[in-house]
């Protein structure tokens, strides 16, 4: 079974521009997640999507971060314009969706401002 | 938040030896608790989960402790060999909210 993929695995930017990933979750995976990890300390939740459908985003940085799933698949995640403090990894998680709660990481995008 | 910055507390063991990785959490209302293994530039690994109805869990070479009342969990892992090198982070989650905090992480340094 193929796990979740996330592109591009790194990206350097400047701050002020833009800057999108995109992630594939595990094939079945109703519940997909965004997560960011600044180096040192563990993943936050950024938004979580129940198929197509926004079910958490009280931590997303609505002011310059968006998200996406459409046909409940894929999903992408932009920031713009980016700052020096969005420096992380993006790591992206999908769950099945039938009370089992155990979620499955992909391998991130590292993430540069500058 | 529970953030240590780049000084994550460490554990330094011998292969072969048994590791204990501790972990507090905050939330007395959550029931779902999970352990995560990141190795450098890789996304966090399933470990091993447990439930709140549960205060052990056994998988291949690790065992997950839970103690609701003061609310420790703990991952042991038996005969830690090199490979074992990474962080461990341990996660908790509430019914209904499935989105997981994690806890600020512990690296684990085997010693050959």
């Known amino acids: 079974e193929a796990g979740v993929a996330q592109s591009p695995r790194y990206k350097i930017i400047e701050k002020r521009q833009s800057v999108a990933f995109w992630c594939n979750p595990i094939?079945?995976?109703?519940?997909l997640y965004w997560y960011q990890q600044i180096l040192g300390q563990g993943p936050k939740l950024l938004i979580q999507f129940q198929n197509n459908g926004v079910v958490d985003d009280s931590q997303l940085p609505k002011d310059r971060f968006s998200a996406e799933r459409l046909k409940g698949v894929d999903s992408t995640l932009k920031i713009q314009p980016a700052k020096l403090e969005d420096s992380a990894v993006y790591l992206c998680?999908?769950?099945?969706?039938?009370?089992?709660?155990?979620?499955?990481f992909g391998p991130g995008t590292r993430l540069l401002v500058l | 938040g529970e953030s240590v910055g780049l000084h994550l507390p460490t554990l330094s063991v011998q292969e072969g030896d048994n590791s204990i990785i501790n972990c507090a959490y905050s939330n007395s209302a959550s029931d779902y608790f999970i352990w995560y293994k990141q190795e450098s530039g890789k996304g966090p690994q399933f470990i091993i989960d447990?439930?709140?109805?549960?205060d052990k869990r056994q998988g291949q070479r690790v065992t997950v402790l839970l103690n609701k009342t003061v609310k420790h969990l703990s991952l042991q892992i038996a005969a830690t060999q090199p490979g074992d090198s990474a962080v461990y982070f341990c996660?908790?989650?509430?019914?209904?909210?499935?989105?997981?905090?994690f806890g600020s992480g512990t690296r684990l340094q085997v010693q050959p």
């Open positions: 996660a908790e989650s509430k019914t209904g909210r499935r989105a997981l905090t």
């Open positions: 094939s079945g995976h109703a519940t």
């Open positions: 998680a999908s769950s099945l969706d039938n009370g089992f709660q155990t979620q499955y």
């Open positions: 447990i439930r709140s109805n549960m």
